[in-house]
């Protein structure tokens, strides 16, 4: 098991050096640097605090979680834990789930499977958002005409060998993993009940309307993540709402790939074409996605480590 997250770690980690270098192999970077120069730096005040605000809008619908299962919870370790396990996510993509489940069970004694589930049916709703927007970027993009996305997705087209081929690749490892829990059974019996019992409970939560209202306040916040850095290069200021929605998306995508650093290189490559598609000069396009992976990672370092000094300060006197 340690050998293959240690393959896919490097696998991964080659794929992104390789977009890196895809990305900026066409444009000079000392020309980006100078365009980066020339940012209206005001621009970060805004964007700093719409990213703190998504934090605490986290913690908030996390708390909604643990509510449902009866379990009180301090909001000021929830926030601590999931900025600690945002910056484990950067190192070692998926860790940091782990983490926050550690962290809780040290610090206010929560058991490990409650609070995975929450985390499991957090990820469920995120993910049915993603595709609600995926879903959405293409019928706009159908009725406007605008093809952005469709250059994305134009090579996916597969022949029916190639499907055949997926389609017996995925339900091999289906039927791996299912063997591989029918063989451990005994062991992993009763921690998979009690896991799926507290997962199925989260579905009877009487706040519901808080749930979906917290979880629309998050992607709202990761658009303006986006958009407000249009107006920080006077080249792209004039962009508007729905190309840095369809630029959103893509990123979105991007980001879910487990490449280390916030998916660094795949980030660029998608989101710097995505610019020189709309319009935008190569530099320019370039810069806007060096400052918004850069910030955002420099955020989730700073948050990460802020959280850890308090963790191991306050953690061990619990």
């Known amino acids: 098991m340690k050998n293959w997250v240690l393959f896919q770690g490097i ?5 992104g050096v390789v977009l890196v270098y895809l990305t900026f192999s066409k444009v000079s970077f000392g020309e980006v640097i100078g365009v980066i120069q020339t940012g209206n730096f005001f621009v970060l005040i805004p964007i ?4 703190f605000l998504v934090l605490v809008i986290r913690v908030w619908r996390w708390k909604l979680l643990y509510k449902q299962s009866k379990i009180e919870t301090n909001s000021i370790w929830l926030f601590h834990s999931l900025s600690i396990g945002y910056m484990v996510n950067f190192a070692i993509p998926r860790l940091g789930e782990i983490t926050r489940t550690l962290i809780l069970k040290k610090t206010e004694n929560i058991p490990i499977n409650q609070s995975l589930s929450t985390i499991v049916f957090e990820r469920l709703a995120d993910i049915l958002a993603l595709f609600t927007l995926i879903i959405t970027a293409f019928v706009l993009e159908f009725f406007l005409g605008d093809g952005l996305l469709n250059h994305f997705t134009k090579g996916l087209e597969l022949n029916l060998q190639s499907k055949l081929l997926y389609i017996s690749l995925f339900l091999l490892l289906v039927l791996l993993l299912l063997f591989l829990v029918y063989k451990n059974r005994k062991k992993f019996g009763t921690w998979f009940s009690e896991l799926m019992e507290s997962f199925l409970n989260l579905f009877s939560m009487p706040h519901k309307t808080q749930f979906i209202v917290s979880t ?3 992607w709202l916040g990761f658009y303006l993540m986006t958009y407000l850095w249009i107006f920080m290069f006077p080249s792209s200021a004039d962009l508007g709402m729905y190309p840095c929605f369809q630029v959103m998306v893509l990123g979105v995508i991007a980001r879910t790939l487990p490449i280390q650093a916030g998916s660094a290189g795949a980030y660029h490559y998608v989101v710097s074409t995505a610019f020189i598609l709309l319009g935008t000069n190569e530099p320019t396009a370039s810069a806007l996605a060096i400052v918004i992976h850069g910030f955002q990672s420099v955020l ?3 948050f990460g480590i802020i959280s ?8 061990n006197k619990k």
């Open 11 to 15: 696998l991964f980690g080659l794929i």
């Open 48 to 51: 700093f605090l719409v990213s």
């Open 216 to 218: 629309v306040l998050i």
């Open 300 to 302: 989730t370092l700073l």
């Open 308 to 315: 850890y000094i308090w963790f191991l300060y306050f953690g």
